[in-house]
């Protein structure tokens, strides 16, 4: 549990320390906090938790679970600040708090309007890249998705090709580094 939020870290890398994600979980939670807490008690109501593990994408809203996923060479590369991360978490939370609404009120689901969806958790990214220190990143990030086509913005993605994309990354890492990896089967989005 960090900052009241369960976080589960599945490291599919022995080449990424697990210690330094959960690390980057406090860090990236305590961001929230401090600058947005009521984003923070959205989360802690909206998730049932946050799931690390490798992934195709950054991050995703898993509907079926009410879960966060963020990917773990995200989490774990330092050239992505806490900001960018948190902004990613946002992005999903958002996703959960706009899946909880569809649920309760009946509003347009993603499948519905997906460019809408998208076009509502960029904003919040933007919202928290201009609360906190070093945000320009993320603000540059959200804006370009922002004004993007709706097609653009909310994208077709074959998961299957992406999942092959990033086991064959993973190989190539490792084999860089004198391992071996475990084949990882990435399911269709949800």
Same mark, same amino acid.
């Given at each position: ?138 603000? =540059? ?19 299957? =090709? ?29």
């Amino acid at each position: 549990m960090i900052h009241g939020i369960r976080v589960d870290v599945i490291n599919t890398r022995p080449d990424i320390d697990t210690a330094r994600v959960f690390r980057r979980a406090e860090s990236v939670l305590a961001l929230v906090q401090t600058y947005q807490p009521w984003r923070l008690a959205h989360l802690r109501r909206d998730l049932r938790g946050i799931l690390v593990k490798r992934y195709p994408c950054r991050g995703a809203y898993l509907g079926d679970t009410q879960a966060c996923l963020l990917e773990l060479t995200f989490m774990a590369n330092d050239a992505f600040t806490d900001a960018q991360v948190a902004a990613t978490l946002v992005h999903e939370g958002t996703h959960a708090r706009l899946d909880h609404l569809v649920r309760r009120y009946g509003i347009a689901s993603y499948t519905d309007a997906p460019a809408r969806h998208e076009r509502i958790c960029r904003r919040a990214e933007l919202e928290l890249g201009l609360a906190v220190p070093d945000g320009g990143p993320v603000v =540059e990030r959200a804006r370009a998705a922002m004004a993007l086509a709706d097609d653009e913005v909310a994208p077709a993605i074959d998961w299957r =090709e992406a999942g092959r994309q990033v086991t064959l990354a993973d190989a190539q890492a490792l084999r860089e580094k004198g391992g071996e990896i475990a084949r990882v089967h990435y399911p269709p989005f949800p």
